[in-house]
């Protein structure tokens, strides 16, 4: 249980700061406190910055998701 | 106790998961797309594409990370995973919807950029129409395709209150008439042309003369500049020029026409259909070819766009610049956000290309500027075409800090050049003498092509190119 737990904490904390990483830098782009590519008005930020956030976004999340379904240890002694 | 956590707990845990599965859908169509980008430069598609979704997916994908992270967070803070078991009917169904909206995404985001996308979701398309013509012309074409180099017969008479060009200009008809190209002329007649006798030395008056003299100067400034490539034809004449200083480089192609028909736009009006800048200019037999506007993704719903002639593009024109050229051969720039643009006005006015993007990096003296309607003000790679008088004009290419490719699209290391801030490059159209110059669609998209090589990094597709044909 403890185990699942610090799997579950470490995953969510990695994407809660990936996405705050990427939501800050969003807003320096979008200001132009940070230059971007000129064409890339829509896209926001250059296009080699882009491919770390959908790999952790992946990642993180399905690993979230078979994290909270991995079945815990049954309790010794617990009986139906 | 136990009740409260069975009862509770489970809400957010759905609320979760459902955000960890949107996360891992976009993530996943993200990834695929990256790698399939790798191969086909089409990630301009994402960007533009008209979908919400998808034009702000960059939003939404940190923003579904973060959900989810916090959420999964929070329900493991109210213990909720230890009771969590999904029966198998409600796993499956997941699953299912999971594969239903990673499917539907991926043909959102994917399938039009390769034209796998069956249905049309985009505006309506006008159609293009074909302007009137000052000068004439040869065989009409009934559509504008990208090869075409010919100016199409105008299927509209002439407006009654155009303005005329001066009768040594060109070889105009004596008056106006509705059928201006009743008898073409086949034969390739003298054209006094839009340069007169200016510049005649430039010229081959046999068969074309081409030549790569890589003969090297250093200007005052300390700027070395080379002449790499000329032509010499019988309409057209090309000086094209490498400046290196520091470690900035840019191009300037001196452009000399006899006929502004030899200034020549390929283009795609559909943007699906966009295209390398070496493959328009391959395709058009272009002698020296640069990106322009990108019209098909920069131009939706906004913008007059004329190319080879032909109105392809009728809206208003509000907060870009407009550029255009005319038949006569002259250029003129106009700030949308100033000037009331009447677009009847200027369709009236013998117009032969229009760009819509900007900004117009001189004021309406040739000097140079400091404020420009961009916000893009930073140094870039950057292309531009400038003006100095009818039928002479200029290519400008400016590389830039991204990767330098060659022409099959290999690698050539990192290019250290900086490439140009507006108002760098302002200054230097207007120390060159030009009378006008307008900025095209830079970064990525900015290249230049000659003789089967490529300035630049031009890693996009674009939509369309200026050519020059002879």
């Known amino acids: 249980m403890k185990k699942k737990k610090t799997l579950i904490t470490v995953t969510g904390v990695i994407a809660v700061v990936t996405a705050i990483i990427y939501l800050v830098l969003l807003l320096l782009f979008e200001t132009e406190t940070l230059p971007y590519d000129q064409t890339e008005t829509l896209l926001l930020v250059p296009g080699y910055f882009l491919l770390p956030l959908p790999l952790v976004g992946f990642f993180a999340s399905v690993l979230l998701q078979i994290f909270s379904v991995i079945p815990t240890k049954k309790r010794s002694g617990k009986k139906k | ?470």
């Open chain 2, 1 to 470: 106790m136990r009740n409260n956590e069975q009862r509770g707990v489970p809400v957010l845990r759905v609320i979760a998961m459902v955000f960890a599965n949107l996360t891992a859908i976009l993530s996943a169509n993200y990834i695929v797309f990256y790698i399939l980008d790798h191969f086909n430069s089409n990630m301009h598609f994402v960007v533009h594409s008209e979908f919400f979704l998808t034009k702000y997916l960059h939003l939404f994908l940190p923003l579904l990370l973060l959900l989810t992270g916090l959420f999964y967070l929070l329900v493991l803070a109210g213990g909720g995973f230890r009771k969590m078991k999904l029966k198998k009917p409600v796993l499956i169904t997941i699953v299912i919807i999971d594969i239903i909206l990673a499917g539907a995404f991926a043909m959102t985001v994917n399938a039009r950029a390769f034209g796998w996308w069956p249905f049309k979701y985009e505006q309506q398309e006008q159609q293009p129409v074909a302007l009137a013509t000052l000068v004439p012309t040869q065989q009409p074409t009934e559509e504008p395709t990208p090869e075409a180099t010919e100016t199409p017969v105008p299927e509209t008479p002439v407006p009654t209150d155009a303005p005329t060009l001066a009768p040594d200009e060109t070889a105009a008809p004596e008056t106006p008439t509705p059928e201006p190209t009743e008898e073409p002329t086949p034969e390739p007649t003298p054209i006094a042309g839009l340069l007169g006798d200016k510049f005649k030395e430039k010229f081959s008056d046999g068969e074309p003369v081409v030549s790569e003299p890589n003969t090297s100067e250093t200007l005052e400034d300390g700027t070395v500049r080379t002449l790499i490539y000329t032509y010499a034809g019988r309409e057209v004449a090309i000086e094209l020029y490498h400046y290196q200083k520091g470690k900035l480089e840019y191009q300037i192609a001196d452009l000399y026409l006899r006929s502004i028909e030899k200034l020549t736009a390929i283009y795609e009006a559909d943007q699906g259909k966009a295209k390398g800048l070496v493959d328009f200019a391959r395709g058009g037999n272009a002698l020296i070819a640069i990106n322009s506007d990108y019209f098909s993704a920069n131009a939706k719903d906004e913008g007059l766009i004329i190319r080879n002639g032909m109105m392809i593009k009728n809206n208003p024109c509000r907060h870009a610049d407009l550029c255009v050229i005319y038949q006569d051969g002259t250029v003129r720039c106009f700030d949308c956000r100033q000037d009331n643009i009447d677009n009847n006005a200027i369709l009236a006015s013998y117009p032969y290309h229009s760009f819509y993007f900007g900004p117009s990096i001189l004021d309406a003296d040739g000097n140079a500027k400091k404020k420009f309607n961009s916000t893009l003000e930073q140094q870039n790679p950057r292309t531009a075409f400038g003006y100095y008088e009818p039928g002479h004009y200029a290519f400008i290419g400016v590389r830039g800090t991204r990767g330098v490719k060659d022409i099959n699209g290999k690698s050539l290391g990192n290019g250290k050049s900086p490439g140009l801030s507006l108002t760098e490059l302002s200054e230097l159209c207007a120390k060159l003498g030009m009378k006008a110059a307008y900025n095209f669609d830079g970064g990525g998209s900015s290249g230049m092509y000659w003789n089967e090589n490529l300035f630049g990094h031009n890693s996009r597709v674009t939509g369309d190119a200026l050519i020059i044909v002879d």
